[in-house]
C-alpha cells in the first residue's frame, strides 16, 4: 500500500490550489480516504474525507465551502481542491486510509499515511 500526495506550494491569499494523493497497491473504492494536516507544533487534524463510492464527504468547519474532496477510481487518485486559501491553511497535508469507523476526523482511524505535501499560504 503507498500513498503519495503532491501538489503543493506557496501561494497568496485568497489563491487556490489542487492536492492529489496517488494510491497504489490496493483498490482505492474499497478505502474512505482522507486529508488531514498538520502545522509547526500542531497535531495533525483532519480536513476532510470521501466514501469509497465517492458518495459521502466530510469536511472541518474551517474548510466548508472552500475544499472539495473528490477521487477518480479509475486512476487511483483523490483530489483536494483549496479556494479562498488563509494563512492558517498553512501546513504540510497528508492522505491516509480510513480503516476504523468512527469519526472522519480522528486521525487514529487512519493509517498508511503518505508523505505529506507543504502548503504554505503567505503574502
Known amino acids: 500500500v503507498q500513498l503519495q500526495a503532491f501538489g503543493g506550494g506557496l501561494v497568496q491569499p485568497g489563491g487556490s490550489l489542487r492536492l492529489s494523493c496517488a494510491t497504489s497497491?490496493?483498490?482505492?473504492?474499497?478505502?474512505?480516504l482522507g486529508w488531514f494536516r498538520q502545522a509547526p507544533g500542531k497535531g495533525r487534524e483532519g480536513v476532510s474525507c470521501?466514501?469509497?463510492?465517492?458518495?459521502?464527504?466530510y469536511y472541518a468547519d474551517s474548510v466548508k465551502g472552500r475544499f472539495t474532496i473528490s477521487k477518480d477510481n479509475a486512476k487511483n487518485i483523490v483530489y483536494l481542491q483549496m479556494n479562498n486559501l488563509k494563512p492558517e491553511d498553512t501546513a504540510v497535508y497528508y492522505c491516509?486510509?480510513?480503516?476504523?469507523?468512527?469519526?472522519?476526523?480522528?486521525?487514529?482511524?487512519?493509517?498508511?499515511w503518505g508523505q505529506g505535501t507543504q502548503v504554505t499560504v503567505s503574502s
Open positions: 497497491g490496493f483498490t482505492l473504492d474499497e478505502y474512505d
Open positions: 470521501i466514501s469509497s463510492n465517492g458518495g459521502t464527504t
Open positions: 491516509g486510509l480510513r480503516y476504523s469507523s468512527g469519526s472522519y476526523s480522528v486521525k487514529e482511524n487512519f493509517g498508511s
